[in-house]
Every structure is written in C-alpha cells, then in structure tokens.
C-alpha cells in the first residue's frame, strides 16, 4: 500500500478519534460538513479544538466559517492541516491572523503495514496488559496517562467518561506490573484501520519495554479485528520506538492558531 492511501487512512481515524472524545464532552460539538470537520471539545486544550480539512473540494468560505465557529466557542483551537496535501489552505490562515503553531510540524502521522502475523506478542516478564471493561479500569488509565503524559488529570477525564468504553470502536488499556498500573493505550478502529492512542508510561517506569509491549498488543487487537493497517501520532519521546517497530511517517501536520501561547 502507496504512503498516499495510509496518509488518507491516518487522516480519517485521526478525525474519527479526536471527534469520539470530544463528543463525549457536555457541550461538545463535532461537526464534518462542506470538507471540513469541526472538533470542539470546549474544554482549553488545543488537541481537542480542531478545524480539519476533510475533502478535496474544501472552499475557502468553509475554512472561513468554521474558524467563525471555533471564535465564537470561546477556547485556543488549531486549523490543522496536512503539509501538501492542504497547501492551497495557507494562505487563508494568514488572511484570518493564525500563525504557525510551531516552525515545523507538529504531528508526524506514522503508519504500519501489513501488520505482524502474531497476534499474541509476550509482554516483558511480570507485565500484564488488559483491556478496560469497567470503572475501576479508566480509572487506572486515566491516572497513569495523565502522569505519563505529565498533563491534567481532570482533563483526561473530561473526554474519558465511563461512556467512551462502551464504543464498538474504541478500546482502551493499562498495562500492570506486579499488579500497579504503569502504562496505558487505546486503540480506535475505523473500517480496517486501526489507530494507537493514549500510549503512555510513567516516567518512573520507562525504559523497560512496557510502551513497545503496549503499541504491539494494541496493532495485534487490531489485527485480530481485521484491521490490516496500524497508525499513530508521535510524540517526539516515541518516534524511535515507533520506527523501531516499523512504523514510518506517511503524513505530517501543521498546526495554525490564534496568536499567544497555547496549551497542546
């Protein structure tokens, strides 16, 4: 499979997902009309405020409008768009005063295929990963994940609630050793695509194999779902693993926001 067929998929999970938990937020608005999709959590953190092209035939009175939107919700959000693919949008970021969030991209969008054959990858000795079923499980997860991805745990919980475990496509992780909760991951489906999100160790922990554990356990899920291609967004701190595991960029993102500082 091309790199332009797994960018597309990339995209269309990434859409999927971001719009899964910020729907679950009361208030919350997810929006895909006219090309582009509308992603409002309403909560003050950028990852969950998006403006996403989502079309070939996207207009610039769409973008223009739903940045309208995204103004008048209240909290920093990002237009996002997909370096070539989206570069006839640019221009209409400066013409709305956005200005790059970052000088490069912020998002390198990795995919993987096919994906492995063994659908029952060991995790490191004493290490137990399983699946989220009830209460006290997102609970572990949305614990851990805050404190490995050093970020508010009230925010974590405001697009967790309980409801997110019971999507059709959605599972969530936290991976135990000697029964304490080290490391978390969510896998998100969409047709045969499966994304890797939440991936997550407390920094005490690292360096032990856990995260690796986590991203195959999570593809092989997938697999076993009929899923025949894994993505993910890394984080700088992941990239390598991520690589080590076969994983490559097939698309990146540059963000455009409001001027000031933000919290992504």
């Known amino acids: 499979m091309d790199d332009a067929r797994l960018a597309a998929r990339h995209h269309a999970n990434m859409i999927a997902t971001m719009g899964l938990l910020a729907g679950h937020v009361p208030g919350g608005v997810v929006r895909r009309s006219a090309g582009v999709a509308i992603i409002s959590s309403g909560i003050d953190f950028l ?5 996403v092209v989502d079309g070939a035939a996207t207009t610039p009175d769409a973008i223009v409008a739903a940045v ?3 103004r008048d919700r209240g909290p920093r959000f990002a237009v996002n768009l ?3 693919t989206d570069d006839r949008c640019v221009p209409i970021m400066a013409e709305l005063g956005l200005v790059p969030l970052s000088a490069d991209p912020w998002m390198p969008g990795m995919a993987l295929h096919p994906l492995p054959d063994d659908r029952s990858p060991a995790p490191p000795d004493g290490h137990d ?20 991805f ?8 405001s697009v967790m609630p309980l409801g997110v475990i019971g999507s059709e496509i959605a599972a969530f992780y936290v991976g135990y050793t ?4 080290v490391t978390t991951g ?6 045969r695509t499966i994304g890797l999100y939440s991936i997550a160790t407390l920094p005490g922990a690292r360096g032990r194999g856990y995260g690796a554990a986590m991203t195959r356990r999570i593809a092989a899920d997938g697999a076993a779902a009929g899923c025949d291609v894994a993505i993910l967004q890394a984080s700088a701190m992941g990239y390598a693993l991520y690589e080590r595991l076969g994983y490559r960029t097939v698309v990146e993102y540059m963000a455009y926001t409001e ?4 919290s992504v």
């Open 150 to 157: 050093e970020m508010p745990e009230a925010l974590m919980r």
């Open 259 to 262: 001027p000031g500082p933000a």
């Open 186 to 191: 969510a896998g998100i489906r969409t047709g």
């Open 68 to 70: 309208g939107v995204m």
């Open 82 to 84: 997909r370096v070539g």
């Open 129 to 148: 990963i399983r699946r989220v079923t009830d209460a006290a499980g997102l609970d572990d997860h949305i614990r851990t994940a805050a404190a490995g």
């Open 47 to 51: 990852l969950f405020n998006q403006v």
């Open 178 to 181: 000697d029964g304490q909760p």
